[in-house]
């Protein structure tokens, strides 16, 4: 059975460092892209960037770009995404998914909920 | 940059009804889209790809149709199960770029 699973909810204060992560099982982590998604409150899905684990190809939406960093870790079928410096406007539910055979996202983690707040 | 509009942005239906959720792309993107299903405090789930295509394990009372710029998901007789908020997604074949819908939710 595939799955992916996501680290638990965080809470942290703007200006400081984050990295989350997403745990593939049940299929060949490094054959799949991993894409990541945020969903603010009450809002929509943005499509973030995604990884190819084989190699470390990455591509990041251009409005995210420089925002984020995505990365991989294919011996621990696990991967990343990190802020380094957070702010407010940062909240929001974070997804990870993987990318189909047919280019759509068939499988998602649960999310992980990162609150930024003074 | 495509960007994709669903409309209506709020539907309201009855049990039984059929319902059509409709997304438009800013150019053509062939058959490039897909359709997700999203239920408050949980993940967006595949319903349709390549426009048409039915993900395994989803009732065949789902179904996709359209191409190049103007698509529609239809239930044809909704379920209390399928009150939701529904995503349009459009895919870049050649590069693995996603760009989406702004949703539609589907209430009673």
């Known amino acids: 059975e595939v799955q992916l699973v996501q680290s638990g909810g965080e809470v942290r204060e703007p200006g400081e460092s984050l990295k989350i992560s997403c745990t593939a099982s049940?299929?060949?982590?490094?054959?799949?892209?991993i894409a990541w998604l945020r969903q603010m409150p009450e809002k929509g899905l943005e499509w973030l960037g995604i990884i190819y684990p084989t190699d470390s190809d990455t591509r990041y939406s251009p409005s995210f770009q420089g925002q984020v960093t995505i990365s991989a870790d294919k011996s621990i079928s696990t991967a990343y995404l990190q802020w380094s410096s957070l702010k407010a406007s940062d909240t929001a539910i974070y997804y990870c998914a993987r990318r189909s055979d047919g280019r759509s996202l068939d499988y998602w983690g649960q999310g992980t909920l990162v609150t930024v707040s003074s | 940059d495509i960007q994709m509009t669903q409309s209506p942005s709020t539907l309201s239906a009855s049990i039984g009804d059929r319902v059509t959720i409709t997304c438009r792309a800013s150019q053509s993107i062939s058959r490039w889209l897909a359709w997700y299903q999203q239920k408050p405090g949980k993940a967006p789930k595949l319903l349709i790809y390549t426009a048409s295509s039915l993900e395994s394990g989803v009732p065949s009372r789902f179904s996709g149709s359209g191409s190049g710029t103007a698509f529609t998901l239809t239930i044809s007789s909704l379920q209390p199960d399928d009150f939701a908020t529904y995503y349009c997604?459009?895919?870049?074949?050649?590069?693995?770029?996603?760009?989406f819908g702004q949703g539609t939710k589907l209430e009673i």
């Open positions: 997604q459009h895919y870049n074949n050649y590069s693995p770029t996603y760009t």
């Open positions: 049940g299929y060949s982590f490094s054959n799949y892209w």
